[in-house]
Structures are given as structure tokens and as C-alpha cells.
């Protein structure tokens, strides 16, 4: 049996637990970063890099993303498309990630080569011991240290231990104490596909199907010609309404008035893959004695947008001041790390705040159904609606929500009549 000792143990190498690792050690903090996969891997996500992931990056190393795209590994994504069940649309172009620059705020790159750029990063970084292939099963606080325990009986010994490990970790779930609520939990499939025809080349589109809500389908355009495809749907519906997403998916691309016509010459590139999402919509304990959860498996993704990667970046920039603090006190505690449990929840509280008002409403079919009238109206009326653009970029959504000026601009303050 191995045994490995260290200040800081971070278990997951996805954007969470890698830029928690590289911003500590920009801090001169080493860590040890470990992963059951060898990179690089795939991994099931709508593949979109915006606002303040971009900010973060940039920390990390200013050139990271012009780099990739110069490569050709990420493009640009100007805006998104979103349609109604009625199939009209309603366009929400991206601002510039900076005021007066026109720099993009938004980038579509897949997680195998995004992911794996940043383990790249880890790996020649001196502070940062990367470990591939190390399959952690169990973490125990004992005598006031983290033991990660791997399958094969090796363990990691670690003052503070940063479990980044995803939604659908047993890990996260255990430290936690986590339960699998339906109502706060969805599932997600992905494909990609190649030669698929994309009328606007550069933008997102999202389609919010009678079926799936809260939920929909989601065409990511990538580099080389591909487009991500991925169904999303809250559990408590897929359930109820036993939706197989794999079925669902393909009978969209066959049967779909919009979908069968751009699909009639594409390719599966791949297997379709799936995964649970741990949403925002209920407020989870990430912090305890002597450990943090960060990104997804700290329950953190938007159920609108199906978009975890700002939150989980956000939440890997405030663990690595606050494991910083941590380590200068030399105190792991539950009472002093539950400062960093206040913090992250207050930096992504605007961003998941629009899921947690809508969702308790989906629970109703009527409501849903309402919903749905009001999408198929708005869209029918206008191609852009600067309603629906404020309410993206509003610093304050209950602010807006409450407003009955937001409606009248919403249904009556239409910028055109045009849905082309």
C-alpha cells in the first residue's frame, strides 16, 4: 500500500478541481490532483465557455483561450437562438465580455480537449502532483486529517481535502450528506455529430420542447464541422413521464420538423453519453471539517441553461483564497471553512436565482403548459425581445421579475415583427 501526504488533496481534474490547483499554486500552495481517468477523456456537457470562466481563465494564463482558438480547437459564439414549441424563435446576442472591447464572451470548445489543456497545465506545473487513473472510493476525516482511500488500497493523507469530482459523485453525496432529491436533479444525454446543417453559423439554439420542460435540447456548434446535441430534462419528469432520452433524442433528428431536415446528412460521431446534474435550485452544505466541495458536485448548475462551467470556476477561484486562509490559520475546521460555503453561494446566488424562482412552477402541468403559451406568443410576435436580453444580463432578477415595467416590455415592447 502507498501513502501519500499532503497540505491540500483536490479529487476530480475537471475545470473545478484543475484551476483550484493552478490558483494555488499560484499562491505558492502545492496540492496533489487526482482523477479515476487518464486524460484525455469525454465528458457529457453542452460544451460552452462563457463570462466569468473566461475572466478566470485569463487569470490563470491571459493567452489560454486566444490560444485555442487560434488553433481552431474553440470558436466564437456571438449569441443563442431559443424556440418555442411552435418552432418560432427569439434571438439573445452576447454582449462583449468587457465593456467597449469586442472581445467574446462566449467560446464552444469540447470538454475532452478543453479538459485536458487545463491537466496539461497541471501537469507542468511544479506545484501540482497530477495522479491519472487513481479511483478514490472513500474519504474519511480521522484524527483531524482527509484519507482519500483508493480502490486498490493506497491512500492520500491531506489536511484539507477538495472533492470536485462531479454531480454524479458518491463522494460529494457522502461528505455532504446529500440526498438524491428528484425535484433538485436532472439528467443530461450528449452526441456529437458531424455534417449537421446550422443556418447560423456562430450561435447557440435552444429548444424548449412541451416535452422536457424544465428542460430542453440544446445545438452547440464546435470546431471541425461538429455540433454538440444534448437533451436535458429534470428527473422528477423523466420519471413521471418515463422518457427514455436516447429514444427521445433520435426520434428528434428523424421526426423533428426542424431537426429531421439538418440531420438528413449527419453522422454520429461517438457514442452518446449521459449524465446527472446536480442543480441550483436547492442551497447544499459544501464545506465541513477539513474538506470543500467545488463545481458540480457542490450542486451548483443553472437548470435554465443547463450551464455549470461559470459557477464551478467561480466556486475553484473562492476555494483556493479560501484554502489559503485556511492553511495561514492552520485551522480545517467546519466553523472556519463554512466562510467559504457563505461565499460561494452569494457569488453564484444572481446566476442560479432565475432557475430557483421558475422551478418550483414546473412542478405543475398547467404552469407548464402556461409557460409554454407564453414562449409560443413572445416568439410568434418578435424575433428579438430586449426583455428577455435584460433578464440575461440584469444584475438583480427578482428586481426584474417583480417589475411590472419588465412585462410590459416583455409581451408589448417588441423590437420588430419579424421572425426571420
Request: charged fraction near 25%; proline fraction near 3%.
Amino acid at each position: 500500500m502507498e501513502q501519500l501526504k499532503t497540505k491540500v488533496c483536490i479529487v476530480g481534474a475537471g475545470p473545478a478541481g484543475t484551476i483550484t490547483s493552478l490558483l494555488l499554486s499560484k499562491r505558492g500552495i502545492k496540492s496533489i490532483l487526482i482523477d479515476k481517468h487518464f486524460f484525455p477523456r469525454h465528458k457529457a456537457c453542452a460544451d460552452c465557455i462563457t463570462g466569468n470562466t473566461l475572466r478566470i481563465l485569463k487569470e490563470i494564463d491571459p493567452t489560454l483561450i486566444e490560444g485555442l482558438a487560434e488553433k481552431e480547437e474553440a470558436i466564437r459564439i456571438k449569441g443563442v437562438y431559443a424556440y418555442s414549441s411552435s418552432f418560432n424563435k427569439v434571438k439573445v446576442p452576447f454582449k462583449s465580455l468587457e465593456k467597449d472591447t469586442d472581445e467574446p464572451s462566449c467560446y464552444g470548445i469540447s470538454r475532452l480537449e478543453f479538459d485536458n489543456h487545463l491537466m496539461n497545465l497541471a501537469k507542468k506545473d511544479a506545484n501540482i502532483q497530477v495522479i491519472e487513473g487513481y479511483n478514490a472510493t472513500n474519504i474519511s476525516i480521522v484524527n483531524n486529517k482527509a484519507i482519500i482511500k483508493e480502490r486498490d488500497g493506497n491512500e492520500i493523507i491531506a489536511d484539507l481535502v477538495v472533492v470536485a469530482s462531479g454531480s454524479n459523485s458518491k463522494l460529494s453525496e457522502n461528505m455532504g450528506k446529500f440526498k438524491r432529491l428528484t425535484h433538485h436533479t436532472a439528467v443530461g444525454i450528449r452526441g456529437y455529430f458531424a455534417g449537421v446543417e446550422m443556418p447560423y453559423p456562430n450561435y447557440c439554439e435552444l429548444f424548449l420542447f412541451r416535452k422536457l420542460m424544465p428542460g430542453g435540447a440544446y445545438l452547440t456548434p464546435l470546431s471541425n464541422n461538429r455540433v454538440n446535441m444534448n437533451l436535458v430534462v429534470r428527473m422528477d419528469k423523466l420519471k413521471k413521464h418515463d422518457i427514455d432520452l436516447k429514444q427521445t433524442l433520435n426520434e428528434y433528428i428523424e421526426k423533428h420538423p426542424v431537426f429531421k431536415e439538418r440531420f438528413k446528412n449527419a453522422e454520429l460521431i461517438g457514442n452518446l453519453e449521459g449524465s446527472t446534474l446536480r442543480i441550483g435550485t436547492k442551497k447544499r452544505t459544501i464545506a465541513g471539517d477539513h474538506f470543500l466541495l467545488a463545481g458540480d458536485a457542490a450542486g451548483l448548475i443553472d437548470l435554465i441553461s443547463a450551464n455549470g462551467m461559470p459557477q464551478a470556476c467561480m466556486s475553484a477561484k473562492i476555494a483556493a483564497k479560501h484554502i489559503a486562509l485556511a492553511i495561514e490559520k492552520k485551522d480545517f475546521s467546519a466553523k472556519n471553512l463554512m466562510s467559504y460555503h457563505d461565499e460561494v453561494h452569494a457569488a453564484t446566488a444572481n446566476y442560479l436565482k432565475l432557475s430557483k424562482i421558475v422551478s418550483p412552477f414546473f412542478n405543475s402541468e398547467i404552469m407548464v403548459d402556461l409557460f409554454n403559451f407564453c414562449m409560443n406568443f413572445l416568439t410568434k410576435k418578435s424575433a428579438e425581445n430586449e426583455a428577455i436580453e435584460d433578464l440575461v444580463y440584469t444584475g438583480n432578477v427578482t428586481k426584474s421579475l417583480i417589475n411590472p415595467l419588465f412585462y410590459r416590455k416583455l409581451f408589448f415592447g417588441l423590437k420588430n415583427s419579424s421572425n426571420a
